[in-house]
């Protein structure tokens, strides 16, 4: 019985008219749930597991701190590969501009375009080095991005990065980043 | 030996054909040589009402003269692959041809084991797996997705390229018919807090690739996909469960989706700052440009096709607007001194691509055929004069601009913009 109700459901939904969600009648005429209670409730532990992203004010940064000395260690034995002696070589993406520059931008790199220093801890734990992601330490990320930071000008030789330094790194270009302005209609933008 | 003097017989009839191909002038790329290729093996039958056809298969294969492929490029972690659109009929791209774009490979993931976790401000923290998810009640919708950089290959005034296809310009574009759970529902069963404004959406693959989305389209028509084309949606698109965001840049639709967190502002995820940004002139950069604006192509005929013959021709393509509906599609072929209305294949699906066709009867002199869109918010396609005007020149993401194939009095079709820049 409960299975064929259902069944009927799903189909009463697919034939919705666009636009409407959840919203279904179902067959024998009693009106579905507010909730199904399809999933089980996740544990404090399970959210902080998966929960690592950092957001630009800095929440979601773990305790640790690194310096540039040790961040070097760290470029010149993981990162060096694939970003380049000094972060320009490539042969993968560029991370550094130093030189003045005319036109905008200089490069889509750390220095010459991004808007927040966070964006380096919640990309870099997540994504690299490459070949083996998710396999830096909380000390080893900050250190690696407080090397990047001084080769982009941005830290002083002696910085250490932690959870309340990075976020208060103001990167140069922040200001230029502006919100889609473009809504249709006859207007190009 | 009768099958043995019959293949060889049709083994004559093809040479004969081939070699007809080649004086035709049909062969003109390596593709075309696969395809004849293709044909010698296994030999068919001279006449097949002679001979008992094959049994039933458990999966299907395409007929052995049609070969669509993918355009890969080369072989990195962080790379995509182009939808050949002037091998495709109508408006639905085969699951297998769909374009992929991915930044550290395509990840491994078994259906039974993967979760989606949705927390942040929400009163009930949930895990679901693929089987909670099903159990939702599910929708259906056609909708095209698209690479926001796709077609940025003809932007820079200094490369305009001039022997390219429609599958190597506009190939990060596919369209299918997505079943899953609107986001909606997901968010109503956890209880997201109505204060909340964005949400993060992460993916399971080696890159984490996570983008930042305003809960308002989140509530409107995203969908937690689980579905394309008849069948579980494919590795390459995100299998087991993806977002699809209906008419927004692809790369915001996360793949391999395995957690959602509701929260009051976005993240500055790399591939929402770094990347997926576009450098405007004035030294400024749009941040969150998710609307795909109204495009068209014209995918026939195009490079590298030469028309054979003057006379009738159907001029076809594909339109598509991330905004709504397409309303209309006007086809020049003088440069854009005078337009027609092409004929749009029903039904007209919002965010969907359409497929237009127009009836062209070609004199035989050099033509510069152009499509332009038109969406149900008035919006005309520009042409890239006009992006190049109003953005300036250091963006190649989302560049709609009007495509145009010039066919030149052999009745070869280049890409180009001829004497119009």
Redesign the interface.
């Known amino acids: 019985m409960r299975r064929v109700a259902?069944a009927t459901?799903?189909l009463a939904?697919?034939c919705?008219p666009?636009?409407s969600?959840?919203a279904?009648g179902s067959s024998d005429g009693a009106e579905?749930p507010?909730?199904?209670?399809?999933?089980?409730?996740?544990s404090a532990e399970?959210?902080a597991m998966?929960?690592i992203?950092?957001?630009?004010d800095g929440e979601g940064l773990p305790p640790g701190s690194g310096t540039v000395a040790e961040g070097e260690q760290i470029y010149l034995m993981q990162c060096i590969a694939c970003h380049g002696p000094t972060g320009t070589e490539g042969p993968n993406d560029v991370l550094v501009t130093r030189e003045p520059w005319e036109?905008?931008?200089a490069g889509?790199t750390?220095g010459g375009?991004?808007?927040?220093a966070?964006?380096l801890y919640?990309?870099i734990v997540?994504?690299m080095p490459?070949l083996t992601?998710?396999t830096m330490t909380a000390d080893e990320t900050y250190a690696v991005i407080a090397y990047i930071l001084y080769l982009n000008d941005l830290v002083p030789e002696d910085a250490v990065m932690n959870a309340e330094t990075l976020p208060a790194i103001e990167m140069p270009?922040r200001d230029?980043?502006?919100?889609?302005?473009?809504?249709?209609?006859?207007v190009?933008? | 030996m009768a099958s043995n003097s019959r293949s060889s017989i049709s083994r004559r009839t093809w040479i004969a054909a081939t070699s007809g191909a080649v004086a035709a002038g049909l062969i003109k790329t390596k593709a075309d040589a696969v395809k004849l290729v293709a044909q010698e093996a296994p030999t068919p039958p001279d006449d097949p009402t002679k001979v008992p056809g094959r049994f039933t298969s458990e999966v299907g294969v395409r007929a052995p003269e049609e070969r669509p492929r993918r355009l890969t490029r080369s072989q990195t972690?962080?790379s995509s692959s182009r939808t050949p659109l002037q091998e495709l009929q109508g408006t639905i791209t085969p699951a297998d041809l769909h374009f992929e774009r991915h930044?550290?490979g395509i990840p491994d993931i078994r259906a039974g084991r993967h979760e989606l976790?949705?927390?942040g401000m929400v009163e009930?923290?949930?895990?679901?797996?693929m089987a909670?998810?099903k159990?939702?009640?599910?929708?259906?919708?056609t909708y095209f997705l698209e690479c926001s950089g796709n077609g940025g290959g003809a932007y820079n005034r200094e490369r305009m390229p001039v022997e390219i296809t429609p599958q190597a310009l506009d190939g990060l574009l596919s369209t299918s018919e997505w079943v899953g759970?609107?986001v909606?529902?997901i968010l109503?069963?956890v209880g997201a807090d109505p204060a909340a404004t964005w949400i993060?959406a992460?993916g399971a693959d080696?890159?984490?690739m996570?983008r930042s989305v305003p809960m308002e389209k989140i509530m409107d028509?995203s969908l937690l996909a689980y579905g394309q084309n008849g069948e579980a949606i494919r590795p390459e698109q995100g299998y087991p469960l993806r977002l699809l965001l209906p008419g927004w840049e692809g790369n915001a639709s996360v793949k391999w989706l395995?957690?959602i967190?509701v929260?009051d502002?976005p993240?500055?995820?790399?591939d929402e700052?770094?990347?997926y940004?576009d450098?405007?002139k004035g030294?400024?950069?749009?941040?969150?440009?998710?609307?795909m604006?109204a495009k068209s192509t014209i995918t026939f005929p195009a490079y590298p096709y030469t028309l054979p013959d003057t006379g009738w021709w159907e001029i076809q393509g594909l339109a598509w607007t991330g905004?709504g509906r397409i309303t209309r599609v006007d086809i020049s072929t003088d440069g854009g001194r005078s337009w027609t209305e092409a004929e749009l294949q029903e039904p007209i699906l919002?965010k969907s691509t359409v497929r237009f066709r127009h009836l062209w009867n070609w004199d035989g002199s050099e033509s510069l055929l152009i499509s332009r869109a038109v969406?149900e918010?008035?919006?005309?396609q520009?042409t890239v004069q006009?992006?190049w005007?109003?953005?300036g020149e250091?963006t190649a993401y989302h560049n709609n601009q009007q495509r145009v194939w010039k066919v030149g009095a052999d009745g070869a079709v280049t890409f180009g913009l001829g004497d119009l820049v």
């Open positions: 259902l459901m799903v939904v697919g919705a666009a636009g969600s959840s279904a579905p507010e909730l199904f209670g399809f999933g089980s409730a996740a399970r959210v998966w929960d992203d950092v957001k630009p036109e905008w931008p889509r750390v375009y991004w808007p927040y966070t964006t919640d990309y997540k994504a490459q992601p998710g270009y230029r980043f502006v919100p889609d302005d473009r809504t249709g209609g006859s190009i933008r | 972690l962080s930044h550290a976790l949705v927390h009930r923290p949930m895990v679901f797996s909670d998810l159990r939702y009640p599910s929708v259906a919708r759970v609107p909606s529902t109503n069963e993060l992460e080696a890159a984490v996570s028509d395995r957690r967190e929260t502002r993240t500055m995820t790399r700052t770094s990347r940004t450098p405007l030294g400024l950069s749009r941040q969150f440009s998710f609307f604006d905004r919002p969406d918010t008035g919006y005309v520009p006009q992006l005007e109003a953005r250091r």
